[in-house]
């Protein structure tokens, strides 16, 4: 059963344009939500992660919006930039469950020069 | 610090041949995971374990076994390699399960079973 879904499979954008993927979730127990960056034969990184209490988590160029009610969570990347291609998961996990990540199926961005 | 290394990098088996994943941190992290990453799956979590001497079973533990007979390690075993355990595997640690510690991953181990 899959708790996250996660969209879209793939996304082509241009230089200095927004890329938005966006994840829905299932469990409303879920208090933490990270999204990861993964480079091609690298392990995932923690890029920026939010909590239900926030609607909106700012880190540079990277924003997650959270809709409680709707049960879904979506990462924006302002001003694109090719070193911004990888592929990007959204997790989700629990408290008091060894902090067990939940993953999306993953996002492959290509940011066009 | 080397944060966390994972040996072999690749590795090749036949069908019903067993090996050893080792995982290894130097950050003194008390809880250690095992995922296995496939195409348009995501990462899913095998097992994991919250100190030295524990291990628990995450979503996909079957045909796996692990032990964590030192803080700093955690291996990954497969009795009897089966060609659906042709994945890549990422080793994460983190300081502890509560609040919102981050997993650090490992490069990973990509296993191909034929």
């Known amino acids: 059963q899959q708790q996250v879904k996660q969209s879209p499979q793939s996304l082509i954008v241009q230089k200095g344009g927004i890329s938005i993927i966006n994840c829905a979730y299932e469990n409303t127990a879920f208090d933490y939500f990270p999204w990861y960056q993964q480079f091609p034969g690298k392990g995932p990184a923690l890029l920026i992660a939010i909590r239900p209490d926030v609607s909106e988590k700012k880190e540079g160029r990277f924003t997650i919006s959270f809709n409680k009610s709707a049960k879904q969570f979506s990462l924006h990347i302002m001003d694109s930039q090719p070193g911004d291609s990888a592929t990007y998961f959204c997790a989700a996990s629990l408290s008091g469950s060894a902090r067990q990540l939940t993953f999306g199926s993953g996002t492959q961005l290509t940011v066009l020069p | 610090n080397a944060g966390v290394t994972q040996t072999p990098k690749f590795r090749v088996l036949k069908t019903g041949q067993s090996m050893t994943l080792l995982c290894a941190q130097d950050?003194?992290?008390?809880?250690m995971y095992w995922y296995r990453q496939d195409p348009g799956m995501g990462l899913r979590l095998i097992h994991y374990s919250v100190g030295e001497g524990t291990t628990a079973k995450g979503e996909v533990p079957d045909g796996y076994n692990v032990s964590r007979l030192k803080k700093q390690n955690f291996l990954l075993g497969l009795e009897s390699a089966a060609p659906s355990q042709t994945s890549v595997y990422f080793c994460?640690?983190?300081?502890?399960?509560?609040?919102?510690?981050?997993?650090?991953f490992g490069p990973g181990t990509r296993l191909t079973v034929t």
């Open positions: 994460a640690s983190s300081l502890t399960g509560t609040g919102d510690y981050e997993q650090y």
């Open positions: 950050m003194n992290h008390e809880y």
